[in-house]
């Protein structure tokens, strides 16, 4: 079985222009979340999708970031225009709808902004 | 609001010593799991376990054990006879058990360097 799989693995770009990340859940999995981890710190949560819907987006640091999961597949966080602190490790994450809510992650999109 | 507090930045070990990351949580929550997760080199998280508030049982699983201790809001991991395929980031993790706000709080994260 395919895991969590993210789009590209790094991205180098310049403030101001906008990068759109993609994430694969598992085949099947109903939630999709997203992560950052900004060097050195901890890995914090953006938002969680259900579905197609937006379940929590009280991470979401500004409206720069915009999320989608059209049709509850995969999905795409776009950041527009870039800031020097956007830079980081973006991780999504997916799970099957239930009580024990183990994720599971992918490897992570290196996101520099120079 | 929900917190985990990693002290430990950074440990280096040398193989086969024993060596204990610690974790210190913070919840309002009665119901809450607990978790460790392992990011190699290559840069995935693994998950390596989750542990139900009710459940203060300490596990082991082959060189991995942890010990979790309720009164002092703890859930510490312990890798015994480290190797150095053992090195890695280590994160701990909480969540609440019950609702839809199913995210994962995360520490800063442990370096851990197992030196040959």
């Known amino acids: 079985e395919a895991g969590v799989t993210q789009f590209p693995s790094h991205s180098v770009i310049e403030k101001g222009q906008t990068v759109t990340l993609r994430c694969d859940p598992i085949s099947g999995h109903d939630n999709l979340y997203w992560y950052r981890r900004v060097m050195g710190k901890e890995i914090k949560f953006l938002l969680h999708?259900?579905?197609?819907?937006?379940?929590?987006e009280s991470g979401m640091p500004n409206n720069r970031f915009l999320a989608e999961r059209t049709g509850g597949t995969y999905s795409t966080l776009k950041v527009q225009p870039a800031e020097l602190e956007d830079s980081g490790v973006y991780f999504c994450?997916?799970?099957?709808?239930?009580?024990?809510?183990?994720?599971?992650f992918g490897p992570g999109t290196r996101l520099t902004v120079l | 609001a929900q917190k985990v507090t990693q002290a430990q930045t950074e440990i280096s070990v040398v193989e086969k010593e024993d060596v204990t990351l610690d974790c210190v949580y913070e919840?309002?929550?009665?119901?809450?799991?607990l978790f460790w997760y392992k990011q190699p080199p290559s840069g995935e998280l693994v998950f390596l376990i989750r542990r139900n508030s009710f459940d203060e049982q300490n596990e082991i699983s082959g060189r991995y054990s942890w010990n979790f201790q309720k009164s002092t809001s703890s859930f510490n991991f312990t890798i015994t006879a480290s190797q150095v395929v053992d090195s890695a980031v280590y994160f701990c993790a909480l969540s609440e058990a019950y609702g839809s706000a199913r995210q994962l709080t995360f520490g800063s994260g442990t370096q851990l360097t197992v030196l040959p």
């Open positions: 919840t309002r929550d009665t119901t809450y799991y």
């Open positions: 994450a997916s799970s099957l709808q239930g009580a024990i809510n183990e994720q599971f």
């Open positions: 999708f259900v579905k197609e819907s937006k379940q929590d």
